[in-house]
């Protein structure tokens, strides 16, 4: 029986674990055009492992953005396949893909910081 102080730790290692196939999956299995550029970001599993948010990143405007969530929303029951024979786990979780703008809001930031101190950027003391 599991304590309560490893189901954290479990719960980071199976999300990395989704993660690591997912990317894979991507990579190596499906050819949608829609997924090329698609990076997964993260996982975050649920406590009873049953639910994962699989966040995803990808570069370009908002109707690729958009165009990527349908390609995976439309993959779904092939990664959960895939993931059921790479795995090993008694169930497979829910997938839920979700767009990460992390990476938009430190672009957006480095702008902003570029934009205040031009100088610096330019090697100007």
């Known amino acids: 029986m599991q304590t309560t102080s490893s189901r954290p730790k479990r719960k980071i290692q199976v999300?990395?674990?989704i993660q690591k196939e997912i990317s894979e999956v991507l990579l190596?299995?499906?050819k949608d055009p829609r997924l090329e550029m698609v990076t997964i970001s993260g996982v975050d599993v649920s406590p009873d492992l049953k639910q994962a948010r699989v966040f995803f990143s990808?570069?370009?405007?908002?109707a690729e953005?958009?165009?990527s969530l349908e390609?995976?929303?439309s993959a779904t029951g092939f990664i959960k396949r895939e993931?059921?024979?790479r795995l090993k786990l008694r169930h497979v979780p829910e997938l839920e893909f979700i767009y990460d703008t992390s990476f938009e809001?430190?672009?957006r930031i480095e702008s902003l910081i570029k934009d205040l101190f031009?100088?610096?950027e330019q090697g100007e003391s």
């Open 58 to 62: 990808r570069f370009g405007n908002s």
């Open 71 to 73: 390609g995976l929303r």
């Open 83 to 85: 993931l059921g024979q």
């Open 65 to 67: 953005v958009q165009r």
């Open 105 to 107: 809001y430190g672009d």
């Open 118 to 120: 031009p100088a610096k």
């Open 28 to 30: 190596r299995k499906i």
């Open 15 to 17: 999300g990395g674990m």
